[in-house]
């Protein structure tokens, strides 16, 4: 009987590996082996990926792919059911848990591609065969290869089912690529295929399905012992993405040593997996299952607390009764398509879907192309699915025409604003997300000396330079993020998950640099941290303005700025300090009067900033910024425009003016731009005609 120590009730899971007789590889190109003979190492059975049950309910459910994506497999598996290998208490198979083994083979099959069957061990056993309490079901990779033909990386292991799939060529030949446990005494098994377990009962094809993914290559071959981490050399495909919360590889650590421990059990701000195709499809590095102490869930597990409950829950560690995962979700195929599958089925992208204004009484038709906002490495644009989900304002009269574009024909007589989640969804089953806010209003106009021309042309509607709601890839062309003061390390302005004016991110002050800081942490000291966005050009506008949310929380003497800059060195604009911890929404900054400046219109360079500044370390958190839009209008003005709503401020704001904020590293005591305005807990002091000015030096030679 195998022993195999654990903790009851949580899933446990260790990669399948053993040590190489080769030395640790470098992280270089390595030499050409596109010729040499593969070098396989066979997994170790007893280090088998093993699932624990849990007692708890929790009413979950993850849809499969659609019936048209499951009849258009990729992928052959082939299943033997109880052959020599597995032992030899083995007891029949019952045919419905076969035909739910064979649904779960199916799914994978219409998410991967390869031109190898992978062929499934598939034992049937009593719970007696492994001295473990309440386990479930435990699979592993018979054999891991390197530096086969197409290899990626060299000196790196990929499990044998992908790495014939890299090779196109059947590596270990008879052999199979994947061995599987399943308990077969336990009578709370729920086998149908339909994905609507009991209260009372264990889904089997999401037990299934969890299983041939870590076969298939989801772990490293990480442990802690004694304090000690190490990474067994070769690392495996799966390691070569794996990093702590500050970014450092976790290749990059002494190995073995305690540093790399700690770091294992989360004490280096968690570990992450940071694929490029993963962190589109979360928004950020997906983070990994890293208690502390370490035990034998950890690392080869998505993060419970984060994706418990949502469409990427299946490689969580915990699985609980009336829950039903049938699909990996758009962050797991990620890391599949990051550690080599291909034709793994990503989730389309669709963001920065503008905001919509419009006078009472007025409608847009085709306001909105989902096409243009909508992106799929797989999928046509007309092979997408777009819906309208979630709650929002009837008499807005948003709808879908022709499944592409959005028309809004809101009630007569209706004001009010309401936002707009629309859904792109693939034949795959997999969707994401963006929300954009309708806003009816009535206008007030303030009349003009304007000088019409012949023609009196009717005024021209907005165009939109930029929007920024933080929900795709960040920062995208246009904005830079930069600390200009470095005295206490790195930190700027970072798309991060903390805190959102709507959706689900924003950009926080101190998000990202040299340390990912937690969510909520107090802000570092001695941080100018800058997020710019342009040059664009306002030499044939009438009109122009940034609209954008924000939320500051700060202490004497730290401040939050916004401004717009006509040389990118001298920015003139507006600056809090205090405590301002609810959202102001829709804060209209008027680049045609902009404070201690002026019109910035006929300007051919135009550029808009958010900068943040502390001084000593305190309690508190710094600056958010949200749905950020930039627009402006072009031709004769023939009617009157409206004025921009005064900033949205409570009685208890303080209200000055005239100061410039400059882009420059100079100590804090002699910047001339910065003055004590307020102590601890005092009310949000607002500056209205503000400057700060930015390093006068290059910006091809910033850091």
Known sequence: MQQLAVRPLVLVGVVVLVLASAAAPTRGTGPDVSKAEPEALPSMQGRRIVRIANDRTSTHRVPPPSLSALSAQSTTFDVLWNPAPCPDEAMPWPQDAKDAFLYATQIWGSLIHSSQAIVVIACWLPESTWDVDNWIGGAMALNLYQDFPNAPIPGTLYPVALANALAEDDLNGDRAEIDGWFNGERDDWYLGTDGNPPPDELDFVSLVLHELGHGLGFGGRAGVTAGLGAIDPPPAAYDR?????????????????????????????????????????????????????????????????????????????????????????????????????????????????????????????????????????????????????????????????????????????????????????????????????????????????????????EPPDWITIVTEDFEGSFPATGWQVVDENDDGGLFHWGKRDCRASRGSHSAWSVGEGDTRLTCASDTPGDVFSWMVYGPFSLVDATAAELIFDWWSDTENPDEFFYGASADDYNYHGVHAAGDHTSWTTGEVFDLSAVPSFGSLLGEDQVWIGFVFESGSPGDVEGAYVDNVLVRKKIGSLSTPEASPPAHRLSPSHVVSSAVEKSRRAQPRSTRPWHHDCCAENDPVVISSAFEKSRPAQPRSTRP
């Open 241 to 457: 993405l794996t990093e702590d919360g500050t970014g450092t590889a976790l290749l990059d650590y002494a190995n073995p040593s305690a540093a790399l421990g700690d770091a294992l059990s989360g004490g280096a701000g968690g570990v992450f997996f940071d694929g490029p195709q993963a962190t589109g499809a979360h928004g950020g590095p997906v983070k990994l299952y890293a208690p502390n102490p370490w035990n034998v869930s950890s690392y080869s597990h998505v993060d419970e607390q984060t994706f418990n409950n949502t469409p990427n829950s299946l490689m969580t560690p915990i699985q609980n009764n009336d829950e039903s995962e049938h699909h990996p979700g758009p962050v797991t195929l990620g890391m599949f398509a990051d550690m080599g599958w291909g034709s793994v089925n990503a989730a389309p992208a669709i963001s920065a879907l503008p905001d919509q204004i419009l006078a009472v009484g007025g409608t847009r038709d085709n306001a909105i192309d989902l096409w243009a906002y909508t992106s799929d490495g797989q999928t046509a644009d007309d092979g997408l699915v777009f819906s309208i989900v979630g709650s929002l304002h009837p008499d807005a009269g948003v709808s879908l025409d022709d499944n592409r574009y959005i028309d809004i024909f809101p009630t007569a007589g209706w004001l009010g604003e309401t936002d707009v989640t629309i859904r792109a969804t693939d034949p795959g089953a997999l969707s994401s997300t963006d929300t954009f806010r309708v806003t009816v209003t009535e206008l007030t106009f303030n009349y003009l000396p304007l000088v019409l021309g012949e023609s009196g042309a």
